[in-house]
């Protein structure tokens, strides 16, 4: 007998969750789920993408919290909670879901319409980017409503005050990646590094990471400067979309950095959409660096790993699970633009490392973040979820 999952995905820009659903759709099928998913109905809330992947998918108006000073955007928020919790409630009632699942710590409409509807509700706890006073206020919440609570690595869990009091049903996961279509290969190689200008003989150093503040990517700037200095024949691309809501504070602190530093000229770095096709073109890094301020953990990680590119990446969220200092990558302070460039050293004076680290993270991909495996817990989660009594 099929059972019913409606996911609940508040953010407009296509990400995590999107990429979560729009991979587990097909293998969570296999295991007896039938999954609709509800977007806010705004420009590049990543409808069309998650449709064409066969994802049953709906749209409405939600007004979210915003980290803004415009009273407009707040005055939004309060007057438009109820509305959109009702109209959630009207999608519960029709799809008749057997788990809600809501995606972040600010998916406060889908949680309390589910709760109203006495579904039990599986709560994703994606990052540490709310505020700790945020956290400390709401993860009562979170306790009360879930059924289950999925946090995307065990140190996520513990960066919510109080969730260690529900401990047995805080299940830990990482994102899915699709280790068949994410992996090493050299013609994809050589076609995503012509496309992307790297010359023959010049290593590439990547990231991917939507074009906000929490990606970090002014930080990456200042590494490229100074590791660029020291090795002229290295590149660098950063691979992200566009994010509206971000778009003042991109230009003028990433992109502007950038043509400051004289690297957008001769194409030492550059900016790229991928769009849909990053497993095109991650396989043209050689080394894949985060610089993010703030994370769960980043499914370009996962990526990267699984086409057997070694990782420098921030002590974020729960980074340190999946990237093993040493054995697949480093690990370096936020904000810390000296030690990425030593980490960076290391790799680039060591070719040997560099493929070692390399064919172990694709193996640690291969066991531990492939679809099927993701699938697998996020049955079982939803399975306790149903099991738990109201």
């Known amino acids: 007998m099929s059972r019913r999952l409606l996911s609940i995905i508040q953010t407009p820009t296509f990400g995590g969750p999107h990429n979560q659903m729009l991979r587990l759709t097909e293998p969570l099928n296999k295991l007896g789920w039938r999954t609709r998913v509800v977007l806010p ?72 319409a589910a709760y109203l509807e006495r579904v039990p509700v599986v709560w994703q706890l994606l990052s540490t980017f709310a505020p700790l006073p945020l956290r400390f206020l709401l993860t009562p919440l979170v306790r009360k409503i879930a059924k289950v609570v999925m946090t995307t690595g065990t140190e996520i869990g513990r960066q919510h005050p109080g969730l260690g009091k529900i401990q047995d049903r805080v299940v830990p996961f990482f994102p899915p990646v699709d280790t068949g279509l994410f992996k090493p290969n050299r013609s994809r190689r050589a076609r995503a590094r012509q496309e992307l200008n790297i010359p023959e003989d010049a290593l590439l150093v990547g990231t991917v990471g939507n074009q906000n503040w929490q990606k970090g990517h002014d ?21 992200g979309t566009h994010t509206p809501s971000n778009a003042d504070y991109y230009q003028k602190n990433v992109i502007q950095r950038a043509r400051d530093y004289a690297l957008l000229e001769e194409g030492v770095l550059d900016f790229v959409e991928p769009g849909s096709r990053v497993a095109e073109l991650l396989p043209a890094l050689d080394i894949f660096l985060l610089t993010s301020r703030a994370e769960g953990v980043p499914t370009a990680i996962l990526e990267a790993m699984s086409c057997g590119i070694p990782v420098v990446a921030t002590d974020v969220g729960s980074v340190k699970e999946v990237v093993e200092e040493g054995i697949t990558g480093f690990v370096i302070p936020p904000a810390d633009v000296s030690a990425a460039i030593d980490a960076l050293d290391d790799l680039l004076g060591d070719a040997d490392l560099m493929s070692q680290m390399g ?26 979820a149903m099991e738990s009594r109201f």
């Open 219 to 239: 930080y990456f700037v200042d590494t490229a400067l100074r590791v660029y200095e020291r090795h002229p024949h290295l590149r660098f691309r950063i691979l």
């Open 41 to 112: 109905a705004e420009r590049e809330s990543g409808f069309e993408r998650l449709s064409a992947g066969g994802i049953e998918v709906v749209e409405i108006p939600i007004y979210r919290m915003r980290k803004k000073l415009d009273p407009r955007v707040h005055i939004r928020f309060i007057f438009g909670f109820w509305p959109t919790v009702q109209q959630l409630q009207d999608q519960i009632r029709e799809y008749q879901p057997d788990v809600v699942q809501v995606c972040g710590l600010m998916s406060l409409h889908g949680a309390i």
């Open 359 to 384: 064919l172990r993270a694709r193996q640690r991909a291969i066991e531990r973040f492939d679809v099927n495996v993701c699938a697998l817990v996020h049955a079982s989660a939803y399975q306790q």
